[in-house]
């Protein structure tokens, strides 16, 4: 009923583009490959690594998530609110800045070591595979945190009611609200955690190496920086394919949930229990708010008084960033909104698993296989920060259209009718009808991939050549000659960059709706 | 005048057939217990019900190419009848021109469309800072505005009190008769039926019958009909 070309077209080809950048690149890692023979002892190791340390990454963080999110769901408290929008941000983090705060805290010079050192006790080694682990809890414990608080607001405020009025001692609920909703949730949230530690490159970048704690992501990186073995490259690109369709084949199993967690407060709140449980969920509350915050603030506290003396470099860098983050975003929501409005459409299924293809493959494959597509062409580093741009949209993809979906899926129940009965089409209803409707989820969407983008160092770190670096690159190699007081200054005005991005397309489409 | 020819609509075990015209300016109600497919006689009408065989003419000619917004007539919906992030005189805009582009004379017609309906100086408003009944008052001067032939009413005023309810047909009334619109109403109120439509269509047991004169049919109804009449 469309004048020019329907939607259902512009949401194939996009999921056409998609899927073809996806398989391509993949079948490019495949055939490179031609097998696992490449692959020596240490990448067994390696592979190893990464499972081990995703299990037990995701089970501590489900673990010590429980507490947090019971004692945050039964106490309220000035601040609440504003912790549990605090326990987002490190979904948007750039890994790096994340890692650059936890050794600023538990590094060999860090508040900890300091501590125990006037306590005359041994110190804490950050560097190896417990070091790997802390830094996968920091980032996913918040995470879990309101996965599962998300659980506990969905109880329904009736059965609370109820098992007040019955005088449920707390064990009594836990046994019969409590329990059955964490049968529920903890999977879930354990599956989506452990998917995101087994294609962990940066943290294994940063604190682990070695034969003791190299993911497979990092041996990708390894075979192919400085080894030069496209080949062991790229049989470990396929290891890690398989492992990530393992992962998602369990999240089959379990119903995985959206990537962000709960919001804030939703339904009815009863008085928690009084006596020394008040002390524990004050004490866990407190541990946990130090644990996310510390790193973030300790970055900052070193970093920003260096924001003003920052080399034109670290400028370059960030205005190279930038531009990679909004060209990533509108990538995206070019591929994005069309793909949603085409999925909810009959017989667009196929558009939807289009979309969710990315989930397969990580930063490290994706970099792989188009720099072996690429490279008969062009430069590899002439071409780092439009595959840089590629990547990050491509991986952003996933999590935008778990966003939009749902809101396309109302907005076509509910006003597909009435804007056919006006013959509204094309741009007008483009402009007067969807944009306006799904500006949440689209700025949402937007804002999330701006912030992935900014902070991505996997694609950059392989095609990286001189005048490329990006801020999170840059920010490396500062790491790396151990100009710390530069390198905090530089991740402060990454963090900045990247929470204010974010920030600026959800203000602007929650404006737009208003 | 609009003809429905030998129509059949089958979805999975819902069987619906008509075949009957109506005459140019008849006002028809259209009711029948729940479920026997009033709302998808009017979408059938509208386009957005897939015929399974059959035609429906509008003055002889074929509707079946055209899209829901080209057909020579407007429905009005059980809810969701206007955008509520356009103000009052973009819904009423989107009547005119679907994409928004209004002239002068434009922007005329729709102040006065407002002022008809006891709407004046409320055009910057959302649907959301409007009573029910404003809704309503505004949704049906888009048709008013839209000044297609045949008017498709699919309930649109099923959540207002009886008072609202009535005086709404009386406005429908009056605009009906000025523009000489063929009106089909969906009802599930006799009382509704009588003091608006001398016509009524029943549908049930899958047929939408011809329309018969609506008093006799109300006072002897058939068996289907009384048992939803009770």
């Known amino acids: 009923m469309a004048r020019g070309v329907p939607v259902t077209v512009w949401g194939g080809a996009a999921a056409l583009i998609v899927a073809a950048l996806v398989l391509g690149t993949l079948a490019a890692v495949a055939g490179f490959a031609g097998g696992l023979s490449a692959l020596g002892p240490g990448d067994w190791l390696a592979v190893r690594f990464t499972l081990a340390q995703a299990v037990v990454s995701a089970t501590l963080s489900v673990i010590l998530a429980v507490p947090v999110a019971r004692a945050l769901h039964r106490r309220r408290f000035a601040g609440r609110g504003a912790l549990i929008t605090a326990l987002g941000a490190p979904f948007l983090l750039p890994v790096i800045v994340a890692v650059m705060g936890i050794i600023a805290i538990f590094g060999r010079a860090g508040v900890v070591n300091d501590l125990l050192s006037m306590l005359g006790l041994p110190g804490v080694r950050i560097y190896g595979p417990q070091g790997v682990i802390l830094a996968h809890v920091f980032f996913n414990l918040p995470l879990a945190t309101r996965l599962i608080l998300q659980g506990w607001q969905a109880i329904p405020a009736e059965r609370l009611r109820l098992a007040a009025a019955l005088g449920f001692a707390p064990a009594d609920s836990l046994r019969h609200l409590e329990w059955p909703m964490l049968r529920e949730v903890l999977p879930g949230a354990w599956v989506a955690i452990f998917l995101v530690c087994l294609t962990s490159f940066v943290v294994a970048l940063t604190l682990g190496g070695g034969p003791r704690a190299t993911t497979v992501e990092l041996a990708i990186y390894q075979a192919f920086r400085f080894d030069v073995d496209l080949g062991r490259a790229a049989a470990l690109g396929l290891v890690q394919v398989a ?51 510390t790193p973030i603030a300790a970055v900052l506290w070193r970093g920003v008084p260096g924001l003003a003396a920052l080399p034109p470099e ?35 299924g196929w558009v939807e698993v289009a979309g969710m293809l990315p989930t397969v493959a990580s930063s490290l494959v994706l970099g792989t296989g188009l720099y072996l597509i690429l490279r008969p062409w062009a430069l590899p580093g002439g ?7 590629a990547v990050n949209a491509a991986l952003s993809l996933p999590f935008a259209l778990r966003a939009l979906l749902p809101e396309a899926r109302t907005l076509a129940a509910d006003y597909d009718r009435l804007a056919a009965s006006l013959g509204l089409s094309g741009l007008a209803r483009l402009r007067f009808v969807t944009l306006p409707r799904l500006a949440r989820p689209l700025g949402f969407s937007a804002g999330l991939s701006a912030a992935f983008s900014m902070g991505d160092l996997g694609v950059i770190a392989l095609f990286s050549a001189p005048g490329t670096a990006t801020l999170p690159l840059y920010l490396y190699n500062l790491m790396g000659s151990y100009r710390m007081a530069d390198a905090a200054a530089v991740a402060s005005l990454l963090m900045i960059l990247s929470f204010a991005l974010f920030w600026a397309f959800d203000r602007a489409s929650r404006h737009a709706d208003a | ?22 005459p140019r300016g008849a006002r028809v109600a259209v009711i029948g217990p729940s479920g026997s497919g009033k709302s998808t006689l009017l979408g059938a009408i509208a386009g957005f019900v897939p015929l399974t065989s059959g035609r429906v003419l509008w003055e002889g000619a074929d509707l079946a190419p055209l899209p829901p917004g080209q057909r020579p007539l407007s429905i009005l919906f059980q809810d969701q009848n206007l955008f509520p992030h356009l103000t009052v005189d973009q819904n009423l805009g ?25 709407l004046e100086g409320l055009g910057a ?48 009334s009056e605009i009906a008769g000025e523009q000489g619109t063929t009106v089909l109403m969906v009802s599930h109120d006799p009382a509704d039926a009588l ?20 008093a006799p049919l109300l006072a002897n109804p058939p068996p289907a009909l009384a048992a939803y009449l009770g």
């Open chain 1, 243 to 293: 492992l990530c369709l393992v992962a998602l084949a369990l999240a089959g199993l379990v119903s995985l949930p959206a990537a962000f967690g709960a919001g804030l407060d939703r339904g009815a709140h009863l008085p928690g229990p009084a006596g020394w449980l008040r002390v524990q969920d004050a004490v866990v509350i407190a541990l946990a708010a130090v644990f996310l915050l």
């Open chain 1, 314 to 348: 670290a400028w370059a860098a960030a205005g190279r960033s930038l531009a990679v983050a909004l060209a990533s975003s509108v990538l995206v929501l070019g591929l994005a909104l069309p793909m949603a409005l085409a999925a909810v459409r009959p017989r667009g």
């Open chain 1, 383 to 389: 071409l780092a920060l439009p595959v840089t741009v």
């Open chain 2, 1 to 22: 005048m609009l003809t429905l020819e030998a129509l059949t609509i089958v979805q999975d075990d819902f069987r619906l057939e008509a075949d009957f015209s109506l």
């Open chain 2, 94 to 118: 989107l009547g005119i021109s679907p994409s928004l582009r209004l002239t002068a004379a434009d922007r005329a017609r729709i102040a006065e469309a407002l002022d008809r309906m006891g």
């Open chain 2, 125 to 172: 408003r959302k649907p959301a800072q409007l009573s029910g009944g404003q809704q309503s008052r505004v949704a049906l001067a888009r048709a008013l505005l839209r000044a297609r032939p045949l008017l498709l009413l699919d309930e649109p005023f099923a959540a207002l009190g009886p008072a609202l309810k009535a005086e709404m047909l009386e406005v429908l």
């Open chain 2, 195 to 214: 003091a608006f439509a001398p016509l009524s269509v029943l549908v049930a047991d899958g047929r939408a019958h011809p329309p018969q004169p609506t």
